[in-house]
């Protein structure tokens, strides 16, 4: 994705989420369920979260 760009996060789940950076750089607070979270990354990088009640759900976000 290009710098500037938004991520939208929609929790479809059951329990509350979160999209957390382990570097500290962004933080959602809980995503209810129905909820979403949006964050623009406007410097190109690699951006890895997690979900802090499930730790195993994490992903990357690479901005150019």
Same mark, same amino acid.
């Given at each position: 994705? &290009?710098?500037?760009? @938004? %991520?939208? !996060?929609?929790?479809? +789940? @059951? +329990?509350?989420?979160?999209?957390? &950076?382990? $570097?500290?750089?962004?933080?959602?607070?809980? =995503? $209810? #369920? +129905?909820?979403? !979270?949006?964050?623009?990354?406007?410097? *190109?990088? =690699? /951006? #890895? /979260?997690?979900? %802090?009640?499930? *730790? !195993?759900?994490?992903?990357? =976000? =690479? %901005? @150019?």
């Amino acid at each position: 994705m &290009s710098a500037g760009s @938004r %991520v939208t !996060w929609l929790n479809t +789940g @059951r +329990g509350s989420h979160t999209v957390t &950076s382990p $570097e500290g750089l962004f933080d959602s607070g809980f =995503i $209810e #369920n +129905g909820a979403s !979270w949006s964050y623009v990354f406007d410097v *190109p990088g =690699i /951006y #890895n /979260y997690f979900c %802090v009640p499930y *730790p !195993w759900m994490k992903g990357t =976000i =690479i %901005v @150019r």
